[in-house]
């Protein structure tokens, strides 16, 4: 199993970023798909969760100003991030968890994860 996140970078505060995570090895329409973030000295964080079939769910600090969305043909998820903040700043995590709606998951329930992808938002 593979989750490869891309899009990261450096963007001013204000600004947006759209990331991406291809999987392969899953039959990508039997999982639930999220992000997690983790910011320097803290713990990892749930940010969104997205169901096969399009159900959502965010966290309350990026409620408004992410949007999570998925292409079941391309195995494809996205975070579309708005009005980045300088507390955005952290690597985001991309995951996977089988069979499961969208909601809030513990990290200790996540099936798989991606490698991270550096996101910098400068004030």
């Known amino acids: 199993v593979q989750l490869v996140e891309s899009g990261g970078g450096l963007v001013q505060a204000g600004g947006s970023l759209r990331l991406s995570c291809a999987a392969s090895?899953?039959?990508?329409?039997?999982?639930?798909m999220g992000w997690f973030r983790q910011a320097p000295g803290k713990e990892r964080e749930f940010v969104a969760s997205?169901?096969?079939?399009?159900?959502?769910y965010y966290s309350d600090a990026v409620k408004g100003r992410f949007t999570i969305s998925r292409d079941n043909a391309k195995k494809t998820v996205y975070l579309q991030m708005n009005s980045l903040k300088p507390e955005d700043t952290a690597v985001y995590y991309c995951?996977?968890?089988?069979?499961?709606?969208?909601?809030?998951?513990?990290?200790?329930?996540?099936?798989?994860w991606g490698q991270g992808t550096q996101v910098t938002v400068s004030s």
């Open positions: 090895g899953i039959t990508f329409s039997s999982y639930g």
């Open positions: 995951v996977a968890r089988f069979r499961s709606g969208s909601g809030y998951w513990p990290r200790d329930e996540v099936d798989y």
């Open positions: 997205i169901r096969w079939s399009d159900s959502t």
